[in-house]
């Protein structure tokens, strides 16, 4: 009985659903998050009467046919990469991004990688980096004696120093941007790294043809929407639901069967 195997698999895919949903509920608080959005596709089919098959000697054809799906599976879970709300923090050192881009961060491994969350600490050196410790790319260093730190929505790093009156510049902050972001990979800690599916980076000053702007003292919230997750979840627990329901009567049905005498 195939609705067996058919209702095993919508259960898999609403399992898949729920778990997705429930990792853009945990990161509804988590900066820079991009939500996920699972997608699913129908399996193969089984044709018992093909579509146009000839139907008598006369040259009439099948106008509908018969063809049996075999149930669902997982084609994607895709990011989606509408902007966040941008949170005040008043801290000199947060930075989000209006618009599109990611700031580059430079990993031990010497590989680059993306994100979009810029709550930026200073290192022991007076360098710019992530919560992790990983520099901004190109990387930032803030003067120790520095009273006041500027950065413009280009990403031009100003400061004024101890005792003087103009500001001097301290870097450039620069953003990337890819042809297919939703082809990023995910390895957590708000990190991004390029891949095929992605393109390659291309990086500019924000601002710039492509490119976003910079807010200091702003940090860029989680896109997730509380209601429409809930609606979601709903919606899967429902068809979750409605599959064992189906299972439930094919087994009905099978045993109906086995007790014909």
């Known amino acids: 009985m195939r609705s067996l195997s058919v209702a095993a698999t919508g259960m898999m895919a609403q399992q898949l659903n729920v778990e997705v949903i429930s990792n853009n509920v945990a990161n509804m608080t988590t900066t820079g998050y991009k939500r996920r959005r699972p997608e699913f596709q129908d399996l193969l089919y089984q044709s018992q009467r093909r579509i146009g098959a000839s139907s008598s000697d006369s040259g009439t054809v099948l106008p509908a046919g018969v063809s049996l799906g075999l149930g669902v599976k997982t ?9 966040g709300d941008l ?12 618009g599109e881009g990611f700031f580059v961060i430079d990993l031990p491994s010497g590989e680059p990688a ?4 810029g709550n930026f600490q200073l290192s022991p050196d007076g360098v710019l980096v992530t919560p992790d410790g990983y520099p901004l790319s190109p990387e930032i260093t803030i003067p120790q004696d520095a009273v006041e730190v500027a950065i413009s929505q280009e990403g031009l790093v100003a400061v004024k120093l101890q005792g ?3 500001m001097q510049v301290a870097g450039q902050i620069e953003l990337a941007t890819f042809v297919n972001p939703t082809g990023l990979e ?3 800690s708000n990190l991004l790294l390029e891949s095929e599916a992605s393109g390659p980076a ?3 000053t924000p601002g710039s043809t492509g490119l976003g702007t910079v807010q200091q003292g702003f940090l860029e919230s989680s896109n997730v929407n509380p209601v429409q997750e809930i609606t979601a ?3 899967a627990q429902r068809a979750y639901d409605m ?3 189906v299972i439930s009567a094919s087994d009905q049905m099978l045993a109906t069967v086995t007790q014909l005498r």
Do not use: C, M, P, W
């Not at 084609?75 to 902007?83: E, G, I, L, S, T």
């Open 243 to 245: 599959n064992s329901k």
């Open 186 to 188: 995910a390895i957590g």
């Open 233 to 235: 979840l709903i919606a």
């Open 164 to 166: 003087q009156v103009a």
């Open 202 to 204: 291309l990086v500019g």
């Open 87 to 98: 949170v005040n923090t008043e801290n000199r050192f947060d930075i989000a991004i209006q």
């Open 75 to 83: 084609a994607a879970v895709y990011r989606v990469h509408d902007q």
């Open 114 to 117: 993306y994100t979009r969350s």
